[in-house]
């Protein structure tokens, strides 16, 4: 067989003749050069079907026959198809990216031709960093959510967090907004003698005796809206401090689940965390109440009580951490006026007329006991606190790692919202267990001394001086001009 001169690609086509049976083909040069290319070489090609050889020339002045044509056309059309197949994904994928690019183009000269070169460099900030960064969030600080029932301790709390350095409130979002209810509706009701005397415990003359700021702007986002946003763009994961029901955190991860990757830890004030073994028996007793229930069962904590069911959904959601201070704990921090007034004397702390009526005056304005009065909400605040730095001196002195669950099943009777332990003592294979750290044992002095030191500094960390700077102003502002991630 003759050697075919050397040659490349650009330079040699190859000519199916679909008209002879033989599959004989014919190889001519597309730019043949006098000097380098002979003009009638002769090639010899074995026919794979019949191993007959078979001599062919190269037709005479180069130019391509009809079957060529077809077999060109067959060529260029699946070119494009496959051009497209993978332009098409890759369009998609770029056109899909949140980030920005710059595209460059350039011309390339090769072999006498000039083609166009694209480069694209992505950019990487995408919309979600982009409000990150228009906020200008202080990270180096802990960044908190409050929701509250806004009880006379909550307020408490929120005194007491406010003048705390390390602490950064981004929201304090309410339950009972008009956007919120229970999801499992218990037929109980607050007696409105009592929220009478909270709702006018500010501004009543006979209690603090407070004129309000009625130019003072709510959020422009309801409170499960702010809850999920202020997850989503904070920088760093949030905690959340759970002052009453958990109705509007188990209905911000409801409608957003992703959220609860920025959930740093849970703290909880209040809620019962009882052995198992401490029951007599568990075979409910319809004399002794039956649901629904006209008042809250013996044991119970309210912000439980009041929507089991968005509790059995918070603590499911797979949040990294839970903490809780229970309601028997919280008895152990008696709120005595004549306790309050001897360690404010042992201190030389003077609280303004204002402050010192707002943590005394309780029993009084509500027409309780005050023996029936404790530091709840805010002993919560403080042990988020403690836990946050750390520290190993604070007021809650024994800690216990616990797998709790809440009995939620109407036929429970007397065991509806019953928050019990210690299950691997008596019936190790029961399931929608919930791992808590709880507080069990607190030292009442160190607490106050905290907590006085602290609401006397008047310090106000997260008090913002202008209305601009708060966050959920400032996200609103930065959404409208980034958009949604």
Request: net charge neutral; aromatic share 8%; glycine share 6%.
């Amino acid at each position: 067989m003759t050697s075919v001169p050397e040659t490349t690609p650009d330079h040699v086509r190859i000519i199916m003749n679909l008209n002879n049976p033989n599959g004989i083909q014919t190889v001519g040069y597309i730019n043949p050069s006098s000097q380098s290319r002979p003009h009638n070489q002769e090639y010899q090609h074995q026919d794979a079907r019949n191993g007959n050889k078979h001599q062919t020339s190269k037709p005479s002045g180069g130019r391509c026959s009809k079957p060529c044509l077809i077999g060109l056309g067959i060529g260029l059309a699946i070119g494009v198809l496959l051009v497209i197949a993978i332009a098409v994904p890759v369009g998609l994928t770029r056109s899909s990216s949140s980030g920005s690019s710059n595209t460059v183009t350039t011309n390339q000269v090769n072999s006498g031709t000039t083609s166009q070169v694209t480069t694209t460099t992505v950019n990487t900030t995408t919309n979600l960093q982009l409000v990150q960064n228009c906020i200008g969030q202080d990270i180096s600080r802990q960044p908190v959510i409050i929701d509250t029932d806004v009880d006379i301790d909550d307020l408490w709390a929120i005194l007491y967090l406010i003048n705390v350095p390390t602490v950064d409130i981004l929201a304090v979002t309410t339950v009972g907004d008009g956007f919120s209810v229970s999801s499992l509706s218990t037929g109980w009701t607050v007696a409105n003698s009592v929220l009478t005397n909270i709702d006018s415990y500010l501004t009543s003359s006979s209690c603090l005796n407070q004129s309000t700021n009625i130019f003072l702007q709510p959020s422009p986002f309801d409170a499960v809206e702010l809850i999920i946003y202020t997850l989503k763009y904070s920088q760093r994961p949030v905690d959340i401090l759970v002052l009453g029901p958990f109705t509007n955190i188990a209905a911000a991860i409801t409608r957003d689940r992703s959220i609860v990757s920025k959930i740093g830890t849970l703290y909880v004030s209040g809620g019962q965390f009882k052995s198992i073994s401490d029951y007599p028996t568990l075979i409910p007793n319809p004399k002794l109440g039956i649901y629904p229930y006209l008042k809250k069962p013996p044991g119970t904590s309210y912000n439980v009580f009041l929507d089991l069911l968005a509790v059995q959904r918070v603590d499911d959601s797979g949040i990294k951490k839970y903490v809780a201070i229970p309601s028997s704990t919280q008895h152990q921090l008696p709120a005595n006026i004549n306790q309050v007034d001897m360690k404010l004397k042992a201190l030389n702390i003077t609280l303004s007329p204002f402050i010192y009526k707002l943590i005394t005056s309780l029993a009084n304005c509500t027409n309780q006991a005050e023996s029936a009065i404790s530091w709840w909400d805010n002993s919560a605040a403080q042990l988020m606190v403690q836990m946050q730095n750390n520290n190993t001196n604070g007021f809650c002195t024994t800690f216990e790692n616990v797998e709790s669950l809440y009995i939620i099943s109407a036929d429970s009777d007397q065991f509806f919202g019953q928050g019990l332990i210690d299950f691997q003592k008596t019936r190790p294979n029961t399931q929608g267990l919930s791992n808590y750290t709880i507080c069990k044992e607190a030292n009442a002095d160190t607490f106050l001394t905290e907590f006085l030191t602290k609401i006397s500094s008047n310090n106000l960390y997260s008090c913002e001086t202008t209305y601009r700077n708060r966050f959920d102003i400032k996200l609103q502002s930065c959404l409208a001009t980034y958009g949604f991630a």
